[in-house]
């Protein structure tokens, strides 16, 4: 199945796609989303709407090829420590082995995150037998730095369960921190040489505003909610991620890729759908951001489809931020 992908237009429409996660290997742009099932469930807080089974790989030579759907890359029947809702997955290289990180919820209805593994970037991806070991909750992203030492970010609050977590064991009845208490950041931990155990204890990545404060639980414009994405950029780097309950993509900078992150500004205004998810990659000379709406569904939160438009960065290294919907705003002046 092949589409000539568009900006700002859904990258496929034989199905629906979300959480897109895009890599360049081997000189071609693949993508990694979460597939969303045409079903006609109800929504809720838990995300029991968003039921994906199964991952496709999409891929494209540049952005004037035809977009190709490489078929199912994993299914859940696949996945011996998982009951169900395959989200947000990433991809990462390294050992000249592609390797598949992703959330379900274990027997036991707790997210986890599992790895696979492939000899090619299109898949198919062999899972191992069981979760990493002291991984919890979702959106797991996946950055190999300069020096080949790769890094797992992940975290996700609601039915990712971060808040359930604050003690260091799940908890099921938690609650998040007080409005005026520091927000709950995303979790970043080393992984092993071989990509399949961390080397270290998840640890929670703080980030803060100008002055160096960290960000509190009832800032929702800057907050950290879910989707973590890290690449960089002029030897920084960028942590990007959801705000969530305002449906904006944000960002923050570092020096150091376990943080602390300070707080920069939106990336992306508020798409049709509650969630918002994203990626960041270089293609030759340009940048570009890979995210999600639910526009082809006609606003169903849970059939969405990715899309892509190009990212442009300001001269002091910041990003400019970008309308999902540039026709529409064009059309209204």
């Given at each position: 199945m092949t589409h000539l992908p568009k900006p700002n237009e859904p990258l496929v429409t034989h199905i629906y796609t979300a959480d897109?996660?895009?890599?360049?290997?081997?000189?071609?742009?693949y993508i990694y989303p979460s597939h969303d099932l045409d079903h006609d469930g109800p929504d809720n807080d838990n995300?029991?709407?968003?039921?994906?089974?199964?991952y496709h790989i999409l891929s494209l030579d540049n952005f004037e090829s035809p977009v190709v759907d490489h078929g199912q890359a994993l299914h859940l029947d696949q996945i011996p420590w998982a009951s169900k809702q395959l989200w947000a997955p990433d991809a990462a290289y390294k050992n000249n082995t592609y390797y598949l990180f992703f959330p379900a919820r274990d027997h036991d209805g707790i997210f986890r995150i599992g790895v696979a593994t492939s000899a090619s970037p299109a898949g198919p991806f062999d899972p191992q037998p069981d979760y990493i070991a002291g991984s919890y909750s979702i959106d797991p992203a996946v950055l190999v730095d300069d020096d080949n030492q790769a890094y797992i970010y992940f975290g996700g609050l609601w039915g990712g369960q971060l808040e359930k977590w604050q003690t260091g064991t799940f908890v099921a009845d938690a609650e998040g921190p007080a409005l005026d208490a520091p927000a709950i950041g995303p979790r970043v931990a080393l992984l092993s040489e071989d990509?399949?155990?961390?080397?270290?204890?998840?640890?929670?990545?703080?980030i803060v505003d100008e002055e160096g404060n960290p960000i509190l639980a009832g800032d929702e414009q800057r907050?950290?909610?879910e989707g973590p994405w890290v690449h960089k950029y002029n030897?920084?780097?960028?942590?990007?991620y959801s705000t969530g309950t305002q449906h904006t993509l944000v960002y923050a900078v570092?020096?150091?890729?376990?943080?602390?992150?300070s707080f920069k500004g939106e990336i992306l205004s508020p798409v049709i759908g509650w969630t918002t998810h994203h990626s960041i990659v270089q293609f030759g000379d340009k940048w570009y951001l890979?995210?999600?709406?639910?526009?082809?569904?006609?606003g169903v939160n849970h059939k969405r489809s990715v899309k892509y438009t190009e990212l442009k960065y300001n001269?002091?290294?910041?990003?400019?931020?970008i309308d999902p919907y540039p026709a529409s705003a064009e059309s209204a002046e």
């Open positions: 897109p996660s895009a890599h360049v290997y081997e000189g071609k742009i995300g029991d709407q968003y039921a994906m089974e199964d990509m399949l155990s961390f080397q270290e204890q998840p640890a929670e990545i703080s907050r950290y909610f030897n920084y780097y960028y942590l990007s570092s020096r150091n890729p376990q943080g602390p992150f890979f995210y999600h709406d639910s526009s082809l569904s006609g001269e002091d290294g910041t990003i400019q931020k």
